[in-house]
């Protein structure tokens, strides 16, 4: 990891709009892509929002429920707004690197060089999810279900295979979802023996899903028995039986397809189509994904379930991405409608601090100082079931503002 002093944020994702990469020519960002990448770490620094708070307070108010909702993520099947952050973010991993690599190449680095780096980025990323998930406890929590865990697992692959041709990223992504769906529909369901209790679910759980489609339940699948063995071979305070949340180590294979569809959407904006072609590519790409993930789900071939990452979830989710690009394309890049947007891309251009920011400590630093300073209860100005809804939002402010003094000192983590 490193800061960068630069005269634009991180410079080695600086994209073309059409030109060919030439030395001499420096590269033009897509602002679209700082912006979307803003939105999705404010959905994720908004969890100091507590909205689900302010939901349990207001009981049998909709509008709060609603807002809830979309900052939780559902219980197994389906989706809410907020469980399109962690595709999001990795989806950007593939659309940036093109021109990632073009920048790299451009200062005349070799094949061999690039991949080296990527091989370091993949460790820095694995070690500081790591890190972010072992904060709080007594020993090093050896976990990679972590978002920028599940990046840098799949990272180096995802480079090695950018440097082949688009039919060959066709053919490895095909044969890496229909190879995890194969490895979980062959694995044995629960007999009459097993052990629930260990797994931490039970077999009438509302959320349990039948016939085929169970051998993607919760806690009894083929990545629960992975990490079974696999998290035990690491030091931990009592031995590893079941993630509460069922997130699971294997879920970087289809995470790298998600990489592997924005690598798609990548080369597309990098391309010297019209902006009117990269949009119809866009959407009709989102709208056919989308399209194919419920269908798998709906015919029980694949549920769409996120905390395993399944592949309908892959292919369903890499569809909404697409039209979340596309929408922030047609704004920013095409209609040029940019003034509205700097809050996000302060954010956007600073992902890996926004990321440190809120899933480190530093919020809970920020809401500590703001109850020294301005009193125990200044936060109930509007009432005791908007208390977590008025200090969030100071924090988020206050983050928001460390963000925009890096932006202005040109200040940008780089891994």
């Not at 972590?146 to 082949?164: A, E, H, R």
């Not at 920020?366 to 300073?373: A, C, N, V």
Request: charged share 15%.
């Amino acid at each position: 990891m490193n800061v960068a002093h630069a005269v634009e944020p991180n410079a080695e994702q600086n994209v073309a709009t059409g030109a060919a990469v030439n030395p001499a020519m420096p590269m033009k960002r897509v602002a679209s892509v700082d912006v979307y990448r803003g939105f999705v770490m404010l959905l994720m620094m908004a969890e100091v929002l507590s909205l689900e708070n302010v939901a349990e307070k207001l009981p049998g108010n909709s509008f709060w429920q609603f807002l809830a909702f979309h900052q939780s993520h559902v219980e197994w099947t389906w989706l809410s707004l907020h469980d399109m952050i962690q595709p999001s973010f990795t989806f950007l991993v593939g659309v940036v690197l093109p021109f990632s690599i073009a920048g790299r190449q451009n200062k005349g680095a070799t094949k061999a060089s690039v991949l080296a780096h990527a091989f370091k980025r993949s460790l820095i990323l694995i070690l500081l999810g790591i890190f972010l998930r072992s904060m709080h406890a007594k020993q090093t929590n050896f976990t990679f279900e972590d978002t920028l865990t599940q990046i840098g697992l799949g990272y180096t692959f995802l480079v090695l295979l950018s440097f082949y041709s688009k039919k060959v990223w066709l053919i490895v992504l095909s044969l890496l979802l229909v190879g995890y769906w194969l490895a979980f529909a062959l694995y044995p369901l629960p007999d009459a023996t097993f052990d629930y209790a260990a797994a931490g679910v039970t077999p009438g759980w509302e959320h349990n899903l039948q016939g085929f489609a169970a051998h993607w339940n919760k806690n009894t699948n083929l990545a629960w028995s992975f990490d079974r063995w696999f998290l035990n071979l690491f030091p931990r305070e009592k031995p590893f039986l079941r993630n509460g949340g069922g997130y699971a180590t294997l879920s970087f294979i289809p995470t790298l397809g998600t990489m592997i569809i924005g690598l798609f959407a990548g080369d597309a904006i990098k391309s010297q189509s019209s902006s009117r072609d990269k949009l119809k590519f866009f959407v009709t790409t989102g709208v056919a994904l989308i399209m194919v993930g419920v269908l798998l789900h709906v015919t029980g071939i694949n549920p769409i379930v996120k905390r395993i990452w399944t592949p309908a979830w892959t292919i369903f989710s890499g569809g909404i991405c697409f039209l979340f690009l596309a929408l922030f394309y047609w704004l920013i890049d095409v209609k040029n409608k940019k003034n509205w947007s700097f809050f996000l891309t302060v954010i956007g251009a600073n992902s890996i601090a926004a990321y440190v920011l809120a899933d480190g400590g530093m919020r809970q630093v920020i809401s500590q100082s703001l109850h020294i300073h301005l009193g125990k209860t200044y936060d109930h100005v509007f009432g005791d079931a908007y208390s977590t809804l008025v200090n969030g939002a100071l924090v988020l402010f206050f983050l928001w503002l460390i963000l925009y003094w890096m932006y202005k000192k040109k200040i940008f983590i780089k891994i």
